[in-house]
């Protein structure tokens, strides 16, 4: 069983478009959507539900105003700044550390579990999908990024499907580290601007820290062919290689709002056959 | 005026118009990058950078001599930042959350706050547009505490202040508007678009903060955010159509009011409306 | 007695295929030797990790079975210091099954891993 993920750094470049066209390409996979604040690929997908979970990501302090004597330790003791001076917990501050049970003379705070959002297990045509919805304003989104991975791995096993594809978060902190530890392959999709490039090494970075071999992938190349030969070079000169260069295509939108993916709204496009042979190009790397 | 830009979703353009708003009204403007992950408004503005501080987070050192292995550091903490193996303490401080409880719960006083690095806060300046932004380093994961530490330097001055956000509705995004009079949503007419964007609303609004929204590649998808802010009277503060010149002009690192001026007059309005809407 | 755990791609015990990075193995053979190197018993583990579906990370899990040494063939840099830190052996792999790598160990031919490997071989 082999595990990629699609990661961007930058938000925009394509990730999950890319994902939903893979997922719709593959013959037998189980995708996970590990875009938990911002989940969209279930708009291509359609997935049906067959399994719902609640996520207790995190905890949160309950001060019981009957025992609290205001001394005011607690607040003193807490890093994130989450109690106020009438000692009400801000939820959106509170990460659950539990500092404040410890040093509460009086005993007056315990830790609740929250509901922070939901984890969705689900039939797709090609297999299974694995997605979540975190609560907004909700922390621990690396936490419910774990879980989801959990249970795509569970139903990999259990359907005896040897490939889950992973849709990564933007950016490269928890989340975004928690989608791409232990797996096969990390992909990351570019596009040719500035910003892009500038992302793009930073999320090398971290693949490399973690350990990841990574593949890179350049969507919209043609908007800027400079750019696109900027990132090729660079990748020659780190050893990275460019496993597609996908043209920009107006289809990909009006394919997004009638639920499609490019691969099936125009089949026969360039955009739509580069991204089949990358593909297949994929498959040939991680089996 | 405290503005923020945030968005919901990636790449919809929340740092073009931050750098387009700050080089329309010219100066007397700061701009706080708070998208630590991936701070992009410093290349669009080409600052000078006048100062760079690092930035700590504190780690649990174990003293061994004291330490008898009990374990209670361990059951403690939250983020399994600790393993206790029979030769030693064990610490993964990228898993820290810096909370300081291990410290508190040793029987013995054998932890001790010791620090890491988790990222860098750089100054600069371009022409009199002050930048303030942060860059987590790589494998770190306190995002927040970075953005924390951005927020420190809101300027105290008369002076308005632009936050730029990071895309999603958790906590960095929560970190980055909270406090802020106003907030923008930069959003794009596309279903992506508007799913993520009405994320953002709800975040929004549990916090109370008045908001707008810009739609950005105005013409490349369908009418449905128009229609649900119609719907639900969210204010249409500005409309970027897509355009060859400005993506290119993007693509380049450029923002696009430098190199056409009708542009300029526009994001000035625009922050103006939302000084407008204040308290609305 | 002496407990040595081998990453591996499958379940196959002394005749498993030793799977190529620590990390990523989705199992794990763990045997124990008495002092003259005989095999005391040989257990099949499925790589526990939570990215693979259970909890924790691979070298966290694997701590917690005490082993004394370990035999792979690449390892990532922070599982290898953290394995250096708990003063477990950590030894490279020169053959591809189980009880060929473990003959190897015992006439003692196999030699520390000294550096994490930043890319495992792909393709």
Known sequence: MKQITILSGKGGAGKTTLTAAFTILAERIVVADCDVDAPNLHMLLHPEVIEKQEFRGSMIARIDNTKCRRCGLCREKCRFDAISEDFKVDPFSCEGCGVCTLVCPVNAISLDERIAGYVYLSKIKSGFMVHAMLNPGEANSGKLVAIVRQNAVMLAERENIDIILIDGPPGIGCPAISSVVDVDIGLIITEPTISGFHDLKRVLLLLKHFDIPSLVCINMYDINYNNTDKIVEFCRENDIEVIGRIPFNPEVTKAMIDGKTIVEYSPESDAAKEIERIWGRILSILV | ?280 | MERVVIPAEDRNGLNAKLSEHFGRAPYFIVVDLDEDGNVLSVQTLRNLGEHFGGVGRPAENILRLRPNVIITYGMGPRALSIFQSARIAVLRANANIVKEVLEAYRRGLLEELTEGCYRARHG
């Open chain 2, 1 to 280: 005026m405290i503005l923020s830009i945030a968005s919901g979703k990636g790449g919809t353009g929340k740092t073009l118009i931050a750098a387009n708003i700050a080089i329309s009204v010219g100066g007397n403007i700061q701009l706080l990058d708070c998208d630590v992950e991936e701070p992009n408004l410093h290349l669009l503005l080409h600052p000078k950078v006048v100062s760079e501080e690092t930035v700590y987070s504190m780690v649990p050192s174990v003293n061994e001599e004291l330490c008898d292995h009990c374990g209670r550091c361990s059951s403690f903490c939250s983020y399994k930042a600790l393993f206790v193996t029979p030769m030693k303490i064990l610490v993964f401080p990228e898993l820290c959350h810096g909370c300081g409880g291990c410290i508190l719960a040793c029987p013995k006083k054998a932890i001790n706050e010791g620090k890491r690095i988790v990222g860098v806060l750089k100054r600069g300046y371009k022409n009199s547009i002050e930048l303030i932004y942060g860059e987590l380093k790589i494998r770190e994961r306190m995002t927040t505490l970075l953005i924390r530490e951005v927020k420190k330097h809101i300027s105290r001055d008369e002076k308005d202040v632009i936050i730029d956000a990071p895309p999603g509705a958790s906590c960095p995004m929560v970190e980055a508007v909270r406090g802020s009079d106003f907030c923008i949503l930069v959003t794009e007419p596309t279903p992506f678009g508007l799913y993520d964007l009405r994320i953002a609303i709800q975040v929004l609004r549990s916090m109370d903060i008045p908001f707008g929204v810009v739609i950005n590649r105005a013409g490349i998808g369908d009418e449905k955010v128009y229609d649900y802010c119609r719907e639900n009277e969210i204010p249409i503060l500005l409309e970027i159509p897509y355009q060859r010149r400005i993506a290119e002009l993007y693509s380049m690192s450029i923002p696009f009011s430098l190199k056409i001026p009708e542009w300029r007059e526009k994001f000035k309005v625009l922050l103006d409306e939302a000084r407008r809407l204040i308290g609305k």
